[in-house]
């Protein structure tokens, strides 16, 4: 049992902003727009992750279903770090076990380029998290 096991999703945000702000990373989102063209009505987020004055933006996305009386809320600290370290996993693995582990098709360009993507993304958190740090960070949202 690891000391993050059992802590409530409110305990995870603190501790996560926490560690953000112990290890000089400052965290901001912004609302883009709602696109109802994509594959999927969403609304669109732009994340900035600044480390010693240098910063790195991701794309985000949120659905629908996540909305408040309509209006888009604003996705939380553990929320986003949650999905981008999934996504920079990637870097980690070569394309045809990311294919294996998250169920896409390795014949597939379109699964390809969501792979590399991916891979950008970890290279990107690579430049503000330190291994240690990474793996805190996992720790504390494995169970988000």
């Not at 690891?2 to 501790?15: C, F």
């Not at 999934?86 to 896409?104: K, T």
């Not at 958190?125 to 793996?135: A, E, N, Y």
Request: proline share 3%; hydrophobic share 35%; net charge neutral.
């Amino acid at each position: 049992m690891t000391k993050y096991e059992d802590i409530t999703t409110t305990e995870i945000e603190a501790t996560c902003s926490k560690l953000l702000k112990e290890v000089g990373v400052t965290f901001r989102v912004m609302y883009i727009r709602y696109n109802p063209n994509a594959e999927w009505g969403h609304d669109e987020w732009e994340v900035t992750l600044c480390k010693q004055g240098e910063g790195h933006k991701f794309p985000f996305h949120t659905g629908t279903g996540l909305r408040r009386r309509g209006k888009p809320v604003k996705p939380s600290v553990a929320c986003v770090l949650h999905s981008l370290l999934l996504d920079g996993a990637a870097m980690n693995q070569s394309f045809d076990d990311w294919c294996d582990e998250y169920g896409y098709n390795s014949d597939s360009i379109k699964d390809f380029n969501t792979y590399r993507k991916c891979v950008h993304t970890g290279r990107a958190l690579r430049k503000i998290f330190s291994q240690v740090v990474w793996d805190e960070l996992s720790l504390i949202l494995q169970n988000y």
